[in-house]
Structures are given as structure tokens and as C-alpha cells.
């Protein structure tokens, strides 16, 4: 089992940028699936972003394309989500979660931390 603890979410105005960071632990990362998912109030959770460690495979929603960047470091075993040009409609609860596979899907993810909150004020 991954435990992941994510960081990095806060108020911010629109077209600024933030940058999540989530810390895991109880085994390496290195083969897992690391995705980030969002849910805003009253809103299903959606996929954001992932990263697939050992093939370096890397996929972004595209409501978030081209203004994010999700990154790893196998070492540290950490993965981060750089947003920039932030706009209101990015204002969620960030999660950061762990699958085994390659996963797009939430109920995909097994592992999952306690989100950090991101709000984009106009």
C-alpha cells in the first residue's frame, strides 16, 4: 500500500500559477501509475493529470493541457503538477493517487491521499 500526502494548494489569483507536490511512502513509486484527479463542489472527480514511472508516459485532461506540467522524482519519491495561467474553473480539492497499471479512471487508483485545496479567485 501507498501512503501519499499531497501539498502545494492555496488561494491564488486567476492567471497565477501554484505548484502540488505529493510525497509517498511504504514502497517505491518507481513502476506505479502517479495520477492527479480534482473534484470541485458538487462535481464528480475528474482525471488532471498522470505520469507512469518506468516508461515515462505522460498524459494531461485536456482542460489542463498545455498550462500544466506533472513531474517525478523516482529518488525522492515525489510527484509534482506546476500549474500556471490558472483560471476559476481549476478552483477543486487536488488529489494525488497510486495505481499499479496504467489507469485513467479513478476507481482504477488504489491508493489515494487526503487532497490539497486549490481556489482560482476572478
Known amino acids: 500500500q501507498v501512503q501519499l500526502v499531497e501539498s502545494g494548494g492555496g488561494l491564488v489569483q486567476a492567471g497565477g500559477s501554484l505548484r502540488l507536490s505529493c510525497e509517498a511512502s511504504?514502497?517505491?513509486?518507481?513502476?506505479?501509475?502517479l495520477g492527479w484527479f480534482r473534484q470541485a463542489p458538487g462535481k464528480e472527480r475528474e482525471f488532471v493529470a498522470l505520469?507512469?514511472?518506468?516508461?515515462?508516459?505522460?498524459y494531461y485532461a485536456d482542460t489542463v493541457k498545455g498550462r500544466s506540467t506533472i513531474a517525478r522524482d523516482n529518488a525522492k519519491n515525489t510527484v509534482s503538477l506546476q500549474m500556471n495561467s490558472l483560471k476559476p474553473e481549476d478552483t477543486a480539492l487536488y488529489y494525488c493517487?497510486?495505481?499499479?497499471?496504467?489507469?485513467?479512471?479513478?476507481?482504477?487508483?488504489?491508493?489515494w491521499g487526503q487532497g490539497t485545496r486549490v481556489t482560482v479567485s476572478s
Open positions: 493517487a497510486a495505481a499499479r497499471s496504467l489507469a485513467f479512471r479513478p476507481y482504477d487508483y488504489s491508493d
Open positions: 511504504g514502497v517505491g513509486i518507481r513502476d506505479y501509475t
Open positions: 505520469i507512469r514511472g518506468s516508461e515515462g508516459f505522460i
